[in-house]
């Protein structure tokens, strides 16, 4: 499983977050442990840790979950809603899925893929589910998207959402995944103007086509108005005070609404007020929405945030004499205003052909002392 889909599952953001702050990649650390049910038995080992969880499932497509939930704690009586993770529990769960998918006529294992205790201080998608023991039927059988049909969709919509239902058909179906591609039809729908609209999804009953099951995944839409700008305007904060920011601008009064209306202003502004020494510097857009008259205003504000200057710096894994070459190249010394480009910068000095470090790269950590506004860096050289 790649990081990728694991974040999907258990809802984690692992986008390159370039908010400003110092450290521009946030690096989640997902920790994973996937026990199977065999067939013919059950060998769960028992956790002694007490972390009690949420359960949930993957692919259990010939049931809706509240239903599943129902069939369960029939048999299960003491089952409530939440599992300890490697408990005896999680495991007798786990075999009566199997019972119930023979029962079916599917005869298939189910692996259980437990939430590290990571994921709670790890940056988390609003949208998605909470931290959960997932049951999911592995493959054999393949159980797939058949089709994604839309209920309820403008008609302006057909182009925009085609593509997020042949991203989704013949893939493999995951249940706890749904909320990225709820997300994914809401985007395109924002997109479109429609900023207010309200996407569910749902599946039907899954069809058996040789080895694998067929399901299709209904998404029912309340698209509401389509907004158009009212108005947009931007403040560009105390470093750019009476500059006529609207060249940067990717809408204009009339003009179909979006999420987000500012173009490259963010970025340009971003990079002046890095420069500058404000590498907490923030910024606040988002459309002020009059749904009577479907009109959309923008309001870009700056907030620069403290002024850092650097304390310190170290460099690793570089002999004095590219160490000092290093130095020469990066030009910032301690006292200097904290440039936060000149750091982000020197990759692309670094690979000049006549580079005397063209054959490295870096990794760097800032770290602030944010009550005396001071930073100390650290950069990190390494072989390409």
Excluded at 124 to 137: D, L, Q
Excluded at 152 to 165: C, I, K, Q, T, Y
Excluded at 329 to 357: F, I
């Amino acid at each position: 499983m790649t990081l990728e889909t694991a974040a999907i599952r258990l809802g984690l953001d692992v986008r390159y977050m370039r908010k400003v702050h110092f450290q521009l990649v946030l690096l989640v650390a997902v920790g994973i442990s996937i026990s199977v049910a065999s067939r013919a038995q059950d060998g769960n080992p028992v956790s002694n840790k007490k972390d009690h969880f949420p359960y949930a499932f993957g692919n259990f497509v010939w049931w809706a979950d509240v239903d599943l939930r129902v069939e369960l704690k029939k048999r299960l009586p003491t089952l409530g809603d939440e599992i300890e993770r490697g408990s005896p529990t999680e495991s007798r769960v786990r075999t009566v899925l199997v019972q119930l998918l023979r029962e079916k006529g599917v005869q298939a294992d189910v692996q259980t893929i437990e939430p590290s205790m990571d994921v709670f201080s790890s940056k988390r998608v609003p949208e998605a589910p909470p931290p959960s023991i997932v049951y999911s039927v592995l493959s054999p059988p393949e159980i797939l998207v058949e089709k994604l049909s839309f209920e309820g969709a403008p008609s302006d919509g057909s182009g925009s959402l085609n593509e997020v239902a042949a991203n989704m058909e013949g893939k493999p179906y995951r249940g706890m995944a749904l909320w990225s591609d709820r997300q994914k039809i809401s985007e395109a729908l924002q997109q479109l103007g429609y900023l207010t609209s309200m996407v569910t999804l749902g599946h039907g009953a899954p069809r058996k086509d040789g080895g694998r099951y067929l399901v299709p995944v209904t998404a029912s839409i309340t698209a509401g108005p389509k907004f158009h700008v009212a108005s947009i305007k931007a403040e560009g904060g105390p470093l750019v005070q009476g500059r006529d920011l609207s060249p940067y601008f990717a809408l204009k009064q009339g003009d179909v609404a979006t999420p987000y209306a500012f173009g490259r202003l963010a970025g340009a502004l971003r990079s002046v007020y890095w420069q500058a020494g404000y590498a907490d510097v923030d910024f606040t857009g988002a459309p002020m929405l009059d749904a009577a008259h479907a009109l959309a205003s923008y309001h870009l504000q700056v907030t620069p945030g403290p002024l850092y200057h650097l304390r310190s710096i170290r460099f690793e894994n570089l002999d004095s004499a590219l160490e000092a070459k290093a130095r020469k190249m990066l030009g910032l010394k301690p006292g200097d205003v904290y440039d936060l480009m000149a750091v982000t910068g020197l990759n692309r000095k670094l690979s000049d052909p006549s580079s005397p470090l063209r054959a490295y790269g870096f990794s760097y950590t800032p770290k602030e002392d944010r009550p005396n506004q001071l930073v100390d860096l650290v950069l990190k050289f390494y072989k390409q």
